[in-house]
């Protein structure tokens, strides 16, 4: 028709996986347009033909119709073709050279549709545990190539039956190219197995008995969408405490999932925020603030704290099994404490087989391990401790990198960055490098997350220090490398989420970095700018007398600190004749290393208060003195500032001889805290003060310190997005190699 215009858009952003061609293609027949639509490595293609009203009135409809989970990120208008279709088509996947970078989605929780579904005794999805559609199900999790078609996914195995199929090409259904789409004729199936094995039942029978052994206070490992849950009754202690010895986790707080939120209500508060969270499709682990009549679970899941971990059901399975139930479960994941989470059947078998009385399995395999995620929400906004299921992989745009950058990461709680068509795409939670498993994990990831998007590492930016597993490894690549001072990577990635270069005042404390003076910094202040910084003040450095295990036992700082400040006698939690040990190491400078960390000043004081000598896990001590601060009002200790060093003695020394209830002692050391940054940052007197590490998961730390530092005049900066431990290190890494 004459009058008609032509038009090619390149679409990037997160639009794979999500029923974006569907959405475009009834967009386009409802206006009557010709053309296509078809994903392309990197995003999707758009090319439309008619008349301009309509092209102008698709372009402002389309992200309307699209699902939340969607993001446009940028569209870009090409040369359009000559030739056109009579009608609208949705084409195959085009495949070109380059990096893969369409924004690759995470795990989505159960859609409200599918869920009605299920629970319909009329609908042919019926209990069934699988089912999906264009707006939920797995993703990440079974994706094995881009782009993302069904049969670069491990659901290619499962040959659709004709009702399914005829769903799957039906551009007005839900389920229109839905890839992991499924039903009870054609798809993935329940296995019941004792320990060995040995199948016990298949289907819904299978699901059945998982519910009676769970009433019966058994251990069931359950494989769901990353990974297999260890399960017991959230309120039969014995079971809990079983679980506890057979996976060896002392005190490390379990979560729990409830069958509702009604459920949670029952024994935790949960703000407007929490629930948006629990109820969000990457449904993660949200720590809530237990109720009095909490008590009613068992006492071993959170034992000494006075939050807990609790998630919604987030799979068709978890919600038919809960449904059963109607009690909530301990759902921790399936591995043996520090080992990353079981993916695969043999492997669950051998390495859970010691732990769980039985397994309900199923044959839809998962590619790679996916530890839930989880968050607390701090002034209202969210505190990432964890970016699993559901919010990983994740990327931020760092538009100077270029493709193929490993941003390695830390250590402890690691994650890797790749960077990819200008995005530093962050991998999930991997865990501590420490462990084989978690190490191999970690070389494994990097070959996944840079063969998905087509690449291999062409950099290496790691941490300084050359122990870490991650710097290790990726110094043997080959590859132009580079290290970073790991407490300037945290501040870069806090400058980097909130789009900042500088300058500004970093304040960066967390349990361990190495830095650049060979000490152990850990409670610093860097004044940052581009890709340089200057430390400015410090954490008065003290003494770790029997290095990684003053790491572990909080009573070895109150020791030091004790010294330190002159006191007469011991310290609580040590005896005459550790202290005589610990006096000769000081002296021979065996086994002693310097440090300026605001984590292990934490455990000191736990120590001194008496809520942790030895930790079972890592940041026990300081969960411990938040909560038992809680939000007591408190004024500061004295303390000194002088060039730059800020001298705690004042603290130990008012904290031992005023001998005030544990409480109000802790609550004043928070204080303390936030006063030295406030005192700091005046001297400094940069506008702009970023606050990163893995302090600053401390909620009552992070929200003193960002409202005194407020009030006295600076604009603050705290990660939202990116965790503040260890795992934003990666992000921090990239940012810092862009420049
Ligand atoms: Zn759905
Ligand atoms: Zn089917």
Redesign the pocket.
């Known amino acids: 028709m004459s009058g008609d215009t032509s038009i090619l858009l390149e679409i990037r952003g997160r639009v794979q996986g999500i029923g974006f061609r569907p959405v475009a293609f009834r967009l386009a027949n409802e206006l009557h347009l010709r053309g296509w639509v078809r994903n392309d490595p990197a995003g999707a293609e758009i090319a439309l033909h008619g008349p301009p009203a309509a092209i102008t009135r698709f372009r402002q409809e389309l992200p309307r119709r699209l699902p939340a989970i969607a993001a446009l990120e940028t569209i870009v208008e090409k040369t359009p073709p000559a030739n056109w279709p009579d009608g609208f088509e949705i084409r195959t996947s085009a495949s070109a050279d380059g990096p893969r970078v369409a924004g690759i989605l995470p795990d989505l929780a ?2 409200p ?2 869920l009605r579904d299920i629970l319909d005794p009329q609908n042919r999805r019926h209990r069934y545990p699988f ?7 797995p993703r990440y999790s079974m994706i094995t190539a881009l782009p993302y078609d069904r049969a670069n996914t491990t659901m290619r195995e499962f040959v659709m039956c004709p009702a399914c199929a005829a769903e799957y090409h039906d551009p007005l259904d ?1 389920r229109f190219h839905a890839q992991p789409n499924a039903c009870p004729a054609c798809g993935p199936q329940l296995e019941w197995t004792a320990p060995d094995g040995r199948p016990l039942a298949q289907r819904d029978a299978a699901l059945l008995a998982a519910v009676e052994a769970l009433r019966a206070g058994k251990i069931v490992a359950v494989k769901g969408i990353g990974g297999f849950h260890l399960m017991v009754p959230a309120h039969d202690n014995a079971a809990v405490q079983r679980l506890r010895q057979r996976k060896r986790r002392e005190e490390k707080p379990f979560a729990v999932m409830f069958p509702s939120l009604d459920a949670i209500r029952a024994v935790c508060n949960v703000t407007a925020e929490e629930q948006a969270w629990l109820e969000s499709p990457a449904a993660p682990i949200v720590l809530l603030k237990k109720r009095a009549n909490a008590e009613e679970l068992a006492k071993d899941i959170a034992p000494g704290l006075p939050w807990m971990g609790a998630m919604l059901p987030y799979t068709p399975l978890h919600h038919l099994l809960m449904r059963e139930l109607m009690f909530p479960v301990v759902a921790t994941s399936g591995n043996l404490t520090d080992e990353p989470i079981c993916i695969d059947k043999q492997e669950a078998l051998a390495r859970l087989g010691t732990i769980a009385d039985f397994f309900l399995l199923h044959n839809r395999p998962i590619v790679r391990p996916m530890d839930d995620s989880v968050l607390a929400l701090c002034d209202e906004e969210p505190i990432m401790m964890r970016r699993g299921r559901g919010l990983a992989p994740y990327s931020l745009p760092l538009p100077q990198a270029a493709d193929g950058w490993v941003a390695a990461g830390a250590q402890m709680k690691s994650t890797l960055a790749v960077t990819a068509g200008g995005q530093a795409v962050m991998s999930p939670h991997i865990g501590d490098l420490e462990h084989e498993g978690a190490a191999r994990l970690w070389a494994d990831t990097v070959a996944d997350v840079t063969g998905l998007h087509g690449l291999r590492p062409t950099a290496a930016w790691v941490d300084a220090h050359p122990e870490y597993a991650s710097t290790r490894q990726a110094l043997a690549w080959g590859v132009p490398t580079q290290a970073w001072q790991h407490h300037h990577a945290h501040i870069a990635a806090c400058m980097a989420e909130n789009h900042l270069s500088g300058p500004a005042l970093g304040i960066a404390w967390d349990g361990t970095g190495l830095g650049t003076d060979g000490t152990i910094w850990g409670g610093e202040f860097l004044d940052c700018e581009g890709r340089d910084f200057r430390r400015v003040a410090w954490l008065r450095p003290f003494p770790l007398v029997g290095g990684d295990q003053a790491a572990r036992e909080p009573r070895r700082v109150a020791w030091s600190v004790w010294r330190a400040c002159e006191l007469p006698g011991l310290p609580p939690g040590c005896t005459a004749q550790e202290s005589a040990v610990f006096d000769g190491m000081l002296r021979a400078g065996v086994n002693v290393a310097l440090s300026s960390s605001a984590g292990r000043l934490f455990d000191a004081v736990a120590s001194l208060l008496g809520v942790c000598q030895i930790m079972s896990h890592e940041g026990q001590s300081a969960m411990r003195l938040e909560a038992l601060a809680g939000d007591m009002p408190a004024t500061p200790y004295p303390f000194k500032l002088e060039a730059g060093v800020l001298d705690w003695r004042p603290i130990i020394t008012a904290m031992v001889q005023g001998a005030e209830e544990p409480a109000l002692a802790a609550a004043r050391f928070h204080e303390t805290l936030v006063a030295m940054m406030v005192a700091v940052a005046k001297n400094v007197g940069r506008a702009d003060v970023c606050l990163s590490g893995g302090c600053f998961q401390n909620r009552r730390l992070l929200a003193g310190a960002c409202r005194q530092l407020r009030a006295a005049g600076f604009r603050v900066w705290r990660h939202r997005e990116i965790p503040p431990n260890d795992a934003g290190i990666c992000l921090g890494q990239a940012a810092l190699a862009a420049g």
């Open positions: 159960t859609c549709e599918c089912t999906n559609c264009t707006h939920c199900g839900r």
